[in-house]
């Protein structure tokens, strides 16, 4: 099954180096049951990429702990691990499109990463400061948030993850 996998710029890191992905909580998204329901329409390509999206703003939950925690060298961009895996298990308490994965995702697993580009850096950083409230309903929150998800993740082939981290 794909799964997206949130993450940010240490975690990715980590992946390069290590040459495994760690998430958090074993928390990813795919195209599920509960997700193509909540859609009326759509074919399995935008479903994927809805749960996509639905990482892409985990992401920015990761990045809000991260600079509440005072780790402003974090760059502030999105990250999202897609990965081909097979031990995935659904998770009905999150979001449509939440599943749980068991351990490591290992590098030879990855099918893409997706990445915000730079100039999206400001809108991620409010954004972050924001997806909390804007989970609970707020809707200038929301609209921070929404800048930030206007920014398209840009698509990056496993075997250039590593040029990734080291330009930064």
């Known amino acids: ?6 993450a940010t ?36 390509e935008e479903l994927e990429y809805a749960a996509m999206n639905e990482a892409a ?12 925690l005072g780790e402003d060298t974090t760059p502030a961009r999105r990250v999202v691990v897609s990965a081909d895996l097979d031990d995935v298990t659904l998770r009905p308490d999150l979001d449509d499109g939440a599943v749980r ?19 999206a850096e400001y809108a991620v950083r409010q954004a972050a400061a924001a997806v909390d409230q804007a989970d609970l ?11 930030a998800e206007d920014h ?7 075997s ?4 990734l981290v080291e330009l930064r």
């Not at 980590?14 to 195209?31: E, R």
């Not at 994965?101 to 100039?119: L, M, R, T």
């Not at 250039?160 to 040029?163: G, K, N, S, W």
């Open 1 to 6: 099954m794909r799964v997206y996998v949130p």
């Open 9 to 44: 710029w240490p975690m990715l890191r980590s992946l390069v180096k290590n040459g495994v992905l760690d998430p958090i909580g074993g928390t990813a998204f795919a195209l599920t049951p509960r997700l193509r329901e909540a859609y009326t329409s759509g074919d399995d």
């Open 57 to 68: 703003r985990a992401s920015l939950r990761l990045l809000a702990v991260e600079f509440g």
């Open 101 to 119: 994965i068991s351990g490591s995702v290992p590098f030879e697993k990855v099918a893409a990463v997706h990445v915000d580009a730079e100039d």
């Open 137 to 147: 309903g707020d809707l200038d929150a929301e609209f921070l948030v929404g800048e």
């Open 152 to 158: 398209e993740l840009a698509w990056y082939d496993p």
């Open 160 to 163: 250039e993850v590593a040029f």
